[in-house]
Structure formats: structure tokens, C-alpha cells
């Protein structure tokens, strides 16, 4: 998880903000770059939903062929 949120970081999508604390703390906020991909995550959350029937099918299917394999 380090790695994606350091090239989230690192591409502008997310601010990293670290706390000198006794306790180590950081924290990351999206920037308005980050924030103007919402509506595009969001809407492939809907299409996830809407079809995750067909893909969960799909999954099964390929599960079954693999388990299914002669050895």
C-alpha cells in the first residue's frame, strides 16, 4: 500500500502530509487533481455494480475450467 500511495504522491494525486510527533503520523488528502477523477472512480463503481453478475459469472466459469484441467 506504501508503494501506490508514494505514486499517488508522486503523479499528484494525493498531497502527503507528515506529523513529527512522538507517535509517527501521516496523512494524505487528495489534490484537485486526485479530486477531478471522482466522477470517473464513481462511475466505474456503478458499472461494477451493474455488472457484477456477468463478472462474477465469468470468474466462476474460469474457476471451473482451471479446476477442471487434466493434470
Known sequence: ???????LVYHGFVD???FD????KVEY???????SL???IISLEKWGENNRGVLEA?????NDQIINMPT
Not at 1 to 7: A, I, K, S, W
Open 16 to 18: 502527503k502530509f507528515s
Open 58 to 62: 465469468v470468474l466462476n466459469e474460469k
Open 29 to 35: 488528502r487528495l489534490t484537485a487533481l486526485g479530486t
Open 38 to 40: 471522482l466522477p470517473l
Open 1 to 7: 500500500m506504501t508503494r501506490q500511495l508514494n505514486e
Open 21 to 24: 510527533t512522538k507517535i509517527p
